[in-house]
């Protein structure tokens, strides 16, 4: 994704919930390490907070008076119909609400999530009157105020896997002074926990090679979906499969008790728990699967587009649906990858796989889609469009009376631009443009586009400046940003990464290649480099920037191209052109990890590279 402001609402609480710190013993928030991947398969995903909702009565939570956790009229539920509603009372008052939470020893990854609104009627803007601060234990991660008011509720994520094996309080304490209310309200807490400390028996990622077989009709206006989808998969892995995990990302943007994504009636495994806000979906298998074996999994599937110009939202009369259909997770030898929804960046890492897609729709909807599409009559008023694709990690689509323009680069690849109402012809013919040139420039760099066709969805509403999907993009009208997300064909698409883990080489690797595209040579562009602290790193994982939001575009995608361009420097333009080049066709359709590309770069050069990685802050 590109970098850009968050959502107005978002924006406006984001400073004060990536406050809120969950005091665990003698490590503050702003020590938080990069998670690395540590999820593995002797450890069970659970989710250890109980009663997190507040929908079943009081237990096991304590609270400092009986109206803490409540259904009362002057707030609103995240989901359900409770909630805590701490302080609010416009005088001198002090509200708390602790529950003790076990994370397991044998567990290395844990995620705690909450929901916080608040309003008030302190009307300084300077003054921090009333507030709230969370804790595990002893120690505060972080203070909320009236300063940080907002309209709704906003979800934050913290990394506490640092904290394993410890039984702690959970705790929030709300403080009000003498006079102006302020409302905190908190709901659906969670911490869930996934990892272990037993790898399996190889680090072979699999399941492999899946291939997704989906069927679906959509209402009149393509905001909801329904049918049936099948994943058949491999075990390539010397260690048996006993289970695999199917990620549900777009629950994110529900409730569990309201989720967006709903799978029922599975066959060829039997379904087990949801976990991770409800976005992973663990199915059993009917016996263990042996290296070399496949099997398919179905099931059937609801899909319901909420409001919203995001990544999987509705403009108007126009339905962008990306991350909808559930996907297989990966297990290797961190084990299996669990890792929570970011709406920062990109949480996504799944194989290459084939996908064929039929979507019934009315004929007054445009469907472009990933891969390549057919469309056939329906029923009465329909179209069935049927869209393929070969070796490509996820699949979405869009849905709307758009204003199509096609064209093709010169180098051969078939390019639709896709207008929502409002985008004038000028600035579509513009994005043609920008779409047939960048396609055809990054391909010469890093290996002829593999796709077919490249359909570009344009909406200046979105929030973000664009969204990467393989073989479709959303965007603004932007030159530079449309360039950056047609590089990601290739950095994610083509070379895929752990995005949740290691954001740097999809977006500092897809930025450098927009800069190239763009005849921009990042002169000097290191030197204004400048670190908040000793633990932020160009490596860190999404954990770590979804904690330091402020700081993650900076240094993800400005520092990281920059160290690219350090890097060319160091090894000249004809070296690192083939570096890159021969890279890319090392990993193509596999997966890019920071030692591998390291260990590239240094057999590009009799330069000793360790310093360099050092000065850079590239790990891994």
Known sequence: MRRTPHKTLAASVLAAVASVAFALPATPAAAAQPTTSTRVADCTPAQVVSNGGFENGTSPWSQSSAGVITNRAGQTAHGG?????????????????????????????????????????ETTSSVAYDKLTAKIGSTTLATYSNLNKNTGYVQKSFDVSAFAGQT?????????????????????????????????????????????????????????????ESATFTNVSSTALSEVYLRLWDN??????????????????????????????????????AQGQTATIGFDLGITVPSGADRFGYDGAFSFIGNALPVLAVRDAAGWHLDPYTNNGESFYSPAADFKVTLDHPSTLLVPATGTSTDTPGSSGRTITTATAAKVRDFAWAAGPF????????????????????????????????????????AARFGAYPYGELDAVIDNNFWFGGMEYPGFVLD?????????????????????????????????????????????????????????????????????????????????????????????????????????????????????????????????????????????????
Not at 254 to 279: F, K, R, Y
Not at 416 to 440: E, F, H, R
Request: glycine share 8%; net charge negative.
């Open 81 to 121: 119909t409770s909630f805590a509603w701490l302080d609010g009372v416009g005088g001198t008052h002090t509200d708390t609400l602790t529950q003790s939470v076990t994370i397991p020893a044998g567990c290395s990854s844990a995620t705690l999530t909450f929901w916080l609104h608040i309003d008030t009627a």
């Open 168 to 228: 702690v309080s959970l705790g929030f304490t709300g403080t009000e002074d003498s006079s102006l209310q302020t409302s905190f309200v908190v709901d659906d807490v969670a911490l869930n926990t996934s990892g272990g400390t037993t790898p399996p028996a190889d680090s072979t990622r699999t399941p492999a090679a899946p291939s997704y077989t989906v069927s679906l009709s959509s209402n009149s206006t393509g905001t909801v979906w329904t049918g049936h």
């Open 252 to 289: 994110y943007h529900g409730t569990c008790s309201a989720m967006p994504i709903s799978v029922s009636n599975v066959t060829g495994g039997s379904a087990g728990a949801l976990s991770v806000n409800c976005t992973a979906l663990k199915v059993d298998l009917p016996s263990p699967l």
């Open 403 to 442: 204003s199509k323009i096609s064209g093709t680069s010169t180098a051969g690849v078939p390019v639709n631009v896709y207008s929502v109402s409002g985008i004038s012809s000028s600035s579509a013919q513009s994005m043609l443009t920008t779409a047939k040139s960048a396609v055809d420039a990054h």
């Open 476 to 620: 603004l009208v932007s030159t530079t940003a449309l360039t950056h997300e047609i590089g990601h064909q290739w950095w994610y698409g083509i070379v895929g990464d752990d995005e949740y883990n290691s954001p740097w080489l999809d977006e500092a690797f897809t930025d450098y290649a927009t800069d190239l595209a763009l005849n921009k040579t990042g002169a000097n562009c290191w030197n204004s480099v400048s670190w908040a602290s000793s633990a932020e790193k160009i490596t860190n994982s999404m954990a770590y920037w979804d904690a330091h939001s402020s700081r993650y575009s900076t240094v993800v995608y400005g520092y990281g191209k920059c160290a690219l361009h350090d890097l060319r420097r160091v090894l000249g333009d004809t070296a690192m052109a083939k570096l890159l080049k021969d890279y890319a066709t090392a990993h193509w359709y596999g997966v890019s990890t920071t030692a591998e590309f390291k260990a590239a770069a240094q057999a590009a050069t009799t330069t000793d590279l360790t310093s360099f990685w050092t000065t850079h802050r590239i790990e891994g």
